[in-house]
């Protein structure tokens, strides 16, 4: 088999594990990724004591607005400022209208240009353009194109086996505490969403889980929302993709590309391990959550204030 059929079957491959090869009428949507079928935009999900808001798309399972929680100093987020999301690349018409409605005024697209290349640009409405603010991923999409590309049962229980998907998910948390280039990614994320002349914001990964979920962690706790409330954000992505994942899973295995894809299942799924890697690093390089703020990502005071005036009521 030629190189260039090597290089397109992977591609394809990893497409399916990652919102592209799958037609747009198979894909479950996100009311349907969350067990709530026949939810409208805005519905609550009640994933645990704080109210998850969906936004319910075709092309997209994991899109959510931050705001809604409740903080230690009592007050809550504000909705309608902050959403979080999968890739939007495969997004309907009917969902565009949907997005359109959110009045973004940025897109912060964290994928590498592997990624971009191979699942597509994001499909925004018209005016609006995703600003490129890419996070490593430590070479994960490639070993999955390589992985899954191969066909081969023993390749991929080599790569992806006995742990070790589950230690390339804890190494790829942990670079986003160690890296100077994730924390600069991160912390113009965040400037931006401190900026008062700044509208509505959408950020988003591939998956929207982990680079996603991750930016979406550190912001609830600057903004004072409960740790657990905040861990409690992070894990609802298991909830919200689950269903879409199983299909995916389901798809690899009956196209031949993998005997056991329940080997993905670490590489779909969040987990407290991860989160727990990611800040225990941060404990051990700058002693607290507010030094990784103020040491890591660079935040002074006063943008830390603005984040609290503008996000917070």
Known sequence: MSRVRIRSGAAAAVAAFALAALPTAALPTAAHAAAAPGAAVGSRHQQQAEPIRQIVLQGAVNVRDLGGYRTWTGGQVRQGLVYRSDALGKLTDADVTTVSGLGLTKVIDFRIPMEVQYDGADR????????????????????????????????????????????????????????????????????????????????????????????????????????????????????????????????????GRMQNPDLLIPLQEVRQDYLDSATAQMEADYGSFYGYLTQGLGLDLQTLAKLQSKLVR
């Open 124 to 255: 925004l409405p018209a005016g609006l353009s995703p600003t490129a603010r890419p996070v490593s991923d430590l070479g994960l999409y490639g070993t999955l194109v390589a992985a899954i590309g191969s066909g081969d049962p023993v390749t991929q229980e080599r790569m992806l086996g006995g742990g070790r998907a589950e230690a390339y998910m804890r190494d790829i948390y942990r670079t986003f505490v160690t890296s100077p280039e994730n924390r600069a990614q991160f912390a113009a994320t965040l400037r931006d969403l401190a900026d008062g002349r700044q509208g509505p914001v959408l950020y988003h990964c591939t998956s929207g889980k982990d680079r996603t979920g991750w930016v979406s962690y550190v912001l609830l706790r600057a903004l004072a929302v409960p740790e657990e409330s905040a861990e409690g954000d992070y894990l609802a992505s298991n909830t919200f993709r689950a269903a879409y994942d199983a299909r995916v899973r389901a798809g690899l295995k009956q196209s």
